[in-house]
């Protein structure tokens, strides 16, 4: 394995006091404890985005490849939502709020055989989605976590969110998604994480 895996200590941004157990353990999916700070997971190191240069595209299995730039990601409707995350490594993080524009008003009106998206990211990664993953109001590029502009950490300036998979699937420094009619194992995918990572039925390995 080339890449080195960065764990970064959390920051606890929580009410102190508060107590762990106060969460709905409905919330929690199987084999994942409630973390109240924010962890950094990283294989290799935050790229430097260059905004004025920077792009968003939809290319791949489709007749028109689309592309935006980052004014013009910023003037499509813009969605604020309210969702829990849960990391493969265990930690689920309850409410976390983002803003960005939901995967379904980029895919507005394209008319593709794909089943299939790939994330691809400044720096390399990778993560491949069924398309029913990111479509029907489940999947957003976002820019905005917690009212404020998204920390490079956390893949800013913008990174796919979708919260019903583990958080491998949420694609930091994103720039793009590639149809595709084959699906095509990404980064973790590859390196035998399994292949959708759906948190309540704990797909974590290939074999799960
Ligand atoms: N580009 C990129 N995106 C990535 C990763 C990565 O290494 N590179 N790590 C993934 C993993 S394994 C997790 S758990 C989350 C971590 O996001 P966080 O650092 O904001 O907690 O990002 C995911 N997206
Ligand atoms: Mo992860």
Redesign the pocket.
Known sequence: MLYRLLAMTPITRGFFGRRQDDADPGRIPPGQYLERG???????PTPRVDLTAWTFSIDGALDAPRSWTWPQLRALEQETFTVDIH???KWSKLDTTWTGVSVDTLLEGVDTDAGFVTAW?D?G?TTNLPLDDVTGGKAWVVHEYGGEALEP???GPV?LLVPHLY??K????VRGLRLSVRDEPGF?ENAGYHNRGDPWQEQRYWND
């Open positions: 924010f962890p950094v997971l990283s294989a290799g990391c493969v490594t990211c720096g990664y950490e956390h893949g990174r958080f491998w949420s694609a930091k420094w973790w």
